[in-house]
């Protein structure tokens, strides 16, 4: 089974490149945001690869960090997405937001993928509640908290997340924004949750 390829860039196409190994062609499918970070043609480049054996193809899916690759496995344990749909999301979503938006069950954020309706998103963040953590890298350390005032944390984050998004943010930029706040404050009341939320938001705005 074949989990890396280094070689020279041979072409890039649309959702795919050919990646030239001592001479041989590979054909590896990649996503929009891995293809939109390659070297130029004819320069070295390394994949990490997730290898797809059928009856009747062999289909090789690259990625250029070990962080997307996992994403990848992660989204297509869930039933109904498979690999063309894991591509999509991580096309328009990179492996650490897809942390905060699956935490956050932005739903909404998933559908801006290309074939992903509402119910696929939905069915997305059951069937990956509770995962993230195999995404590795940064952890948003409330989220999964060990204290006796997990639940209350919860409750503030939940609450917080739901007002911003009525005022029409989107849930996983103000969930990000949210929980560096709590890091730093982890009593902070919801009223006061939202108006450092909306604060940061104006900053980033502005700045």
């Known amino acids: 089974m ?5 070689g ?6 649309e959702g795919f490149l050919i990646l030239d ?31 797809n054996v059928r009856e009747d193809h ?27 749909g894991a591509l999509a999301l991580l096309s328009v979503i990179s492996p650490q937001e897809l942390g905060v938006v699956l935490v956050s069950k932005d739903a909404k954020r998933l559908t801006q993928a290309q074939g992903i309706g509402k119910k696929l ?6 069937e990956l ?8 890298g940064e952890a948003l350390s409330f989220m999964a908290p060990s ?9 503030v984050f939940e609450e ?24 730093e404050d982890p009593e902070i009341k919801t009223e006061a949750l939202i108006q450092k939320t909306l604060k940061e938001i104006g900053k980033m705005k502005n700045g």
């Open 147 to 155: 204290s006796e005032g997990a639940e209350q944390s919860s409750s």
């Open 121 to 126: 998103a939905e069915r997305i963040i059951t």
């Open 160 to 183: 917080t997340l739901s007002a911003l998004t009525h005022l029409g943010y989107m849930r996983s930029d103000t969930a990000l924004i949210a929980s560096k706040i709590m890091e």
């Open 21 to 51: 190994v001592h001479g041989v062609g590979y054909r590896v499918f990649c996503s929009n945001k891995t293809l939109s970070c390659l070297p130029r043609i004819g320069e070295a480049v390394a994949l990490h690869i997730e290898t």
């Open 8 to 13: 020279l860039l041979d072409s890039v196409a």
């Open 58 to 84: 062999i289909h090789l899916y690259g990625f250029l960090s070990l962080e997307e690759k996992k994403a990848f496995s992660l989204l297509t344990s869930v039933p109904g997405l498979g690999f063309k």
């Open 2 to 6: 074949i989990a890396k390829l280094k």
């Open 129 to 136: 509640k509770g995962k993230t953590a195999l995404l590795g």
